[in-house]
């Protein structure tokens, strides 16, 4: 079981590279061919509107296949996709590439976070989605800075060509370790069913948990190098500490979320990391002025964000448990747009002239209002079981 998680966990640390590597190699990938930085920066929307487009496209099409097939399938479409982007001979190549590559983003971790929960049992599922996590962190922390150096020195065609190696090494390890039968608990519903699903008040909840909460880090982390040069006060060089920081903190946070949701109840465990969420952010507004807090802000804003990862997977595998893996995958999709939001919200103070230290308020306001839609989840589903266990009345005989 561990060995199998490990091996889907090194396919999330493949997909993390790809995602946030782009960042570092943009101006290396605007010159070799010709664009501007700005331009290049499409090479970022293309990768996030595949995976927004993906995950329920890909999981839809793969219906009436095993979820281990389609964990292979999936990896391997990813390691095409750098396979391309690495050999692309311009731009509107590379372009496409980047949306091929995104495609299975969020179909691989929605069909792997229920295989690796089936693995791990009820009893640890959530630490078990926190270990599949740990790869996209660790890659965040660790691969991201090694990949945009390996790019710097030997070309940022090379550092998509040991991406795709890592995403077959992925493939090599799913192939020996994860069972055929893993994650087969339920049967083939169909892509109706699947559907189905989104009808469900439960589903749409955590799905919107995951938006205003994972909206708050972006607002923090999207302008955290500004934040800390121009409020902080700490030179450039600073900047990769406070982001080493924050990715520590989501490390940690995945640990963090995974625990707790084996503990106590799923919803219960959103509304308590939403809530310390929206205070951290909220003190973040001053702490981010100190050299003392605001380290202490970046890893603490890091934790509690990632620490909803796995609590709000378990939620969506409780609220949709006889057709999961469409509404699974579209957890993806969600973090994508809370991307999009908190980095646009954060843009709307910022060019409101309220400063680099306002976005972390914006944060603090959306993650409150996650707590808002996690205490509406965690009420209905007490008053669900409530109702369910009241005994039915049998009429008397006649």
Same mark, same amino acid.
């Given at each position: 079981?561990?060995?199998?998680?490990?091996?889907?966990?090194?396919?999330?640390?493949?997909?993390?590279?790809?995602?946030?590597?782009?960042?570092?190699?943009?101006?290396?990938?605007?010159?070799?061919?010709?664009?501007?930085?700005?331009t290049?920066?499409?090479l970022?929307?293309?990768?996030?509107?595949?995976?927004?487009?993906?995950?329920?496209?890909?999981?839809?099409?793969?219906?009436?296949?095993?979820?281990?097939?389609?964990?292979?399938?999936?990896?391997?479409?990813?390691?095409?996709?750098?396979?391309?982007?690495a050999?692309?001979?311009?731009?509107?190549?590379?372009?496409?590439?980047?949306?091929?590559t995104?495609?299975?983003?969020?179909?691989?971790?929605?069909?792997?976070?229920?295989?690796?929960?089936?693995?791990?049992?009820?009893?640890?599922r959530?630490?078990?989605?926190?270990?599949?996590?740990?790869?996209?962190?660790?890659?965040?922390l660790?691969?991201?800075?090694?990949?945009?150096?390996?790019?710097?020195?030997v070309?940022?065609?090379?550092?998509?060509?040991?991406?795709?190696?890592?995403?077959?090494?992925?493939?090599?390890?799913?192939?020996?370790?994860?069972?055929?039968?893993?994650?087969?608990?339920?049967?083939?519903?169909?892509?109706?069913?699947?559907?189905?699903?989104?009808?469900?008040?439960?589903?749409?909840l955590?799905?919107?948990?995951?938006?205003?909460?994972?909206?708050?880090?972006?607002?923090?982390?999207?302008?955290?190098?500004?934040?800390?040069?121009?409020?902080?006060?700490?030179?450039?060089?600073?900047?990769?500490?406070?982001?080493?920081?924050?990715?520590?903190?989501?490390?940690?946070?995945?640990?963090?979320?995974?625990?707790?949701?084996?503990?106590?109840?799923?919803?219960? $465990?959103?509304?308590?990391?939403?809530?310390?969420?929206?205070?951290?952010?909220?003190?973040?507004?001053?702490?981010v002025?100190?050299?003392?807090?605001?380290?202490? $802000?970046?890893?603490?804003?890091?934790?509690?964000?990632?620490?909803?990862?796995?609590?709000?997977?378990?939620?969506?595998l409780?609220?949709?448990?006889?057709?999961?893996?469409?509404?699974?995958?579209?957890m993806?999709?969600?973090?994508?747009?809370?991307?999009?939001?908190?980095?646009?919200?954060?843009?709307?103070?910022?060019?409101?002239?309220?400063?680099?230290?306002?976005p972390?308020?914006?944060?603090?306001?959306?993650?409150?209002?996650?707590?808002?839609?996690?205490?509406?989840?965690?009420r209905?589903?007490?008053?669900?079981?409530?109702?369910?266990?009241?005994?039915?009345?049998?009429?008397?005989?006649?």
């Amino acid at each position: 079981m561990r060995l199998a998680i490990l091996a889907m966990a090194l396919g999330a640390f493949a997909i993390g590279l790809t995602e946030f590597a782009i960042m570092g190699l943009l101006p290396q990938v605007a010159t070799d061919l010709s664009v501007s930085v700005p331009t290049a920066g499409n090479l970022v929307t293309a990768y996030a509107v595949g995976v927004v487009v993906g995950a329920p496209l890909l999981t839809a099409a793969g219906a009436r296949l095993s979820r281990r097939t389609l964990l292979l399938a999936f990896m391997a479409l990813f390691a095409v996709g750098n396979g391309l982007a690495a050999l692309a001979p311009g731009f509107g190549t590379l372009l496409a590439a980047r949306f091929l590559t995104g495609l299975p983003h969020g179909a691989f971790f929605g069909v792997a976070a229920l295989v690796a929960a089936d693995l791990a049992g009820p009893a640890r599922r959530a630490s078990a989605v926190g270990w599949l996590f740990l790869g996209l962190t660790v890659a965040n922390l660790v691969g991201v800075p090694a990949a945009t150096v390996f790019g710097g020195v030997v070309g940022w065609r090379l550092a998509f060509a040991l991406i795709a190696g890592v995403a077959l090494l992925c493939v090599a390890g799913m192939l020996l370790t994860v069972p055929r039968t893993a994650g087969s608990g339920g049967a083939h519903v169909g892509l109706r069913a699947e559907l189905a699903v989104f009808r469900r008040p439960a589903v749409l909840l955590a799905l919107a948990m995951v938006v205003f909460g994972c909206g708050g880090l972006f607002t923090f982390s999207t302008y955290i190098a500004p934040m800390t040069t121009e409020v902080t006060g700490w030179s450039p060089a600073a900047v990769p500490v406070m982001l080493g920081l924050l990715g520590l903190g989501m490390t940690a946070g995945t640990f963090l979320g995974g625990r707790l949701a084996d503990r106590m109840d799923s919803r219960r $465990a959103a509304v308590v990391v939403l809530a310390a969420q929206s205070l951290v952010l909220f003190g973040s507004v001053a702490a981010v002025h100190s050299p003392v807090f605001a380290p202490v $802000a970046a890893f603490a804003v890091g934790a509690l964000s990632l620490a909803l990862v796995p609590v709000v997977q378990t939620v969506v595998l409780d609220a949709a448990q006889d057709a999961p893996v469409l509404a699974s995958a579209s957890m993806q999709s969600g973090f994508n747009i809370a991307n999009a939001l908190g980095a646009a919200l954060g843009g709307v103070v910022l060019a409101a002239g309220l400063g680099y230290a306002a976005p972390p308020a914006v944060g603090a306001v959306l993650a409150a209002i996650g707590v808002v839609i996690a205490v509406v989840a965690w009420r209905r589903s007490r008053t669900t079981t409530a109702t369910s266990a009241q005994p039915v009345a049998v009429p008397a005989a006649d």
